[in-house]
């Protein structure tokens, strides 16, 4: 099993910036896969951005250009750094762990997330 803490959330207005740390530990050797997911006020959870053991990253449409992940592999931490920020970006941040095959991507583990709320 996976732990995971997310930290970096907070208030900030529109066109500003944050950034987002999530800290894993445990069975890490078990995962490939981390992501950040967000769920917005009465919306559907969205996945925001995935990075693989391999360095590849993939954002949603959303956000291309806008937001980065990235880790640190000695730490055991991933970034997500988001800049112009929209209000719509207004959300709950989670931060996933999980493992990705040929055939199938299965996150297994989550964070307990972190509010990022973005004034007009």
């Known amino acids: 099993q996976v732990q995971l803490v997310e930290s970096g959330g907070g208030l900030v207005q529109a066109g500003g910036s944050l950034r987002l740390s999530c800290a894993a530990s445990?069975?890490?050797?078990?995962?490939?896969?981390m992501g950040w997911y967000r769920r917005a006020p009465g919306k559907q959870r969205e996945l925001v951005a995935t990075?693989?053991?391999?360095?590849?990253?993939t954002y949603a449409d959303s956000v291309k250009g806008r937001f980065t992940i990235s880790r640190d592999n000695a730490k055991n931490t991933v970034f997500l750094q988001m800049n112009s920020l929209k209000p719509e970006d207004t959300g709950v941040y989670y931060c996933?762990?999980?493992?990705?095959?040929?055939?199938?991507?299965?996150?297994?583990?989550w964070g307990q997330g972190t509010q990022v709320t973005v004034s007009s």
């Open positions: 996933a762990a999980g493992r990705e095959s040929k055939v199938s991507v299965t996150y297994t583990d």
């Open positions: 445990g069975t890490i050797f078990s995962i490939n896969l």
């Open positions: 990075i693989r053991s391999g360095g590849s990253v």
